[in-house]
C-alpha cells in the first residue's frame, strides 16, 4: 500500500443498518465516486444524508454492505480486520464531531493514544505529541485532564491526537457542529495550514462556513444516501 495514496474509489457502496429488521436504515444507496487525496474536499449535505457514513466507509472505519473500496486501485473492503486496522491506522487521522476524548487522561496522553500500537519509544513518541500540542498553541495545557478543555481546546486537541501518526489524509466529520462562529473560522485556519503541509483533508459539513470556504478544493453534495452533485477540483 501506497503510504501515501493519490485517490479513494467507491463502487456501487451500499451501507444498511438493521438489515433484515423492520427497522433497517440504508445509509449508502449505491454510491460510486472517486475522491483525489490532495487538497480538501468537502462533503455537504443536510443531517441524515450520508455524510459521516460515507467517511467511516471511505476511512477503512467500517465495511460496506456491498459495493467496493479502493485504496490506489487496491481493493480493501475484503482485506481482515488486522490488515484494515494497519491501513486505517497509518492512512487516516480522525477529528470526530464529539471529539472522542478519553475523559480520565491527559491532554498528552490523548493525543499519544492512537500512536501506541505502533510500538514507538514512549521518549519519542511524548516529544512529537508536546510539539503538535504546542503548534495549535496547547502546550500550557499538556498535562491537564482533557474535561477541563473549552470546545475550541477540546478540538485543537483532537486534531492534534489525529496528526500523531502523521497521517497522509485527514477525516473530519461535522467538526464545527458544536463551535461558535469564532472557532469555527479558526478550525478553517488551521485545516489550510494542515492542507498547506502536503495532507488531503476530507471534511463532512453543513457549516457555511466550511462548505463556502475559499479553501476548499473539491465538494459532493449527499442527500438520501446517494451522491447528488460531485463539483470537480478547482
Known sequence: MNPHPRTVEMVDVRKVFNAGRPNAFQALAGVSLTIPLRGVTVFKG?????????????????RPTAGRVYVDGEEVTSLPEKFLTEIRR????????????????????NVMLPAYPLGQPRPALRERALRLLETFSMGPKAESKVEWLSGGEAQRAAIARALINDPPVIIAD????????????????????????????LIASHDPLVVESDLLSAAVEMRDGAVVAPEPPA
Open 46 to 62: 443536510p443531517s441524515g444524508s450520508g455524510k459521516t457514513t460515507l467517511l467511516s466507509v471511505l476511512g477503512c472505519m467500517s
Open 90 to 109: 497509518k492512512t487516516f487521522g480522525f477529528v470526530f464531531q464529539h471529539f472522542n476524548l478519553v475523559k480520565g487522561l491527559t491532554v498528552l496522553e
Open 174 to 201: 461535522e467538526p464545527t457542529a458544536h463551535l461558535d462562529s469564532k472557532l469555527s473560522g479558526e478550525f478553517v485556519e488551521m485545516v489550510r495550514d494542515i492542507a498547506g503541509q502536503g495532507r488531503a483533508v
